[in-house]
C-alpha cells in the first residue's frame, strides 16, 4: 500500500498550489482521506478531511476559506486546493488514509497509512 504526495513548492504570499495523492496497492474508496502538515519544530496538525463519498469536508479553522479538499475515487486520487497562501502555511505536507479505529480523524493517530509528504513553502 502506498501514498504518493505531489503538487508541493515555492509559492508567493497570496499564491496557489494543488496537491495531490495517489494511492496504489489497494482501494480507498471507502475510507476517509486526510491531510496533515508539519512546520519544523512543531507537532503534525490536522489540516482537512473528507468522507469517502466526497460529500463532506472537514478543515482546521486556519485554512477554512482557503484550502478545498476533494478526491475522485475512480483515479484513487486525493487533492488539496491551496489558495491565498500564507508564510505561516509552510510546512511539509502528508496525506493520510484511515480505516476504522477508536481515534478521531481529526488527530494523526487515527490513520493508518501515510505518504511520503510534499514541501510547501510560501514566501513572503
Known amino acids: 500500500v502506498q501514498l504518493q504526495a505531489s503538487g508541493g513548492g515555492l509559492v508567493q504570499a497570496g499564491g496557489s498550489l494543488r496537491l495531490s495523492c495517489a494511492a496504489s496497492g489497494r482501494t480507498f474508496s471507502t475510507n476517509i482521506m486526510g491531510w496533515f502538515r508539519q512546520a519544523p519544530g512543531k507537532e503534525r496538525e490536522f489540516v482537512a478531511a473528507v468522507s469517502w463519498s466526497g460529500g463532506s469536508t472537514y478543515y482546521a479553522d486556519s485554512v477554512k476559506g482557503r484550502f478545498t479538499i476533494s478526491r475522485d475515487n475512480a483515479k484513487n486520487t486525493v487533492f488539496l486546493q491551496m489558495n491565498s497562501l500564507k508564510p505561516e502555511d509552510t510546512a511539509v505536507y502528508y496525506c493520510?488514509?484511515?480505516?476504522?479505529?477508536?481515534?478521531?480523524?481529526?488527530?494523526?493517530?487515527?490513520?493508518?497509512?501515510w505518504g511520503q509528504g510534499t514541501q510547501v513553502t510560501v514566501s513572503s
Open positions: 493520510a488514509a484511515r480505516d476504522w479505529g477508536p481515534y478521531s480523524f481529526y488527530d494523526y493517530k487515527g490513520y493508518d497509512y
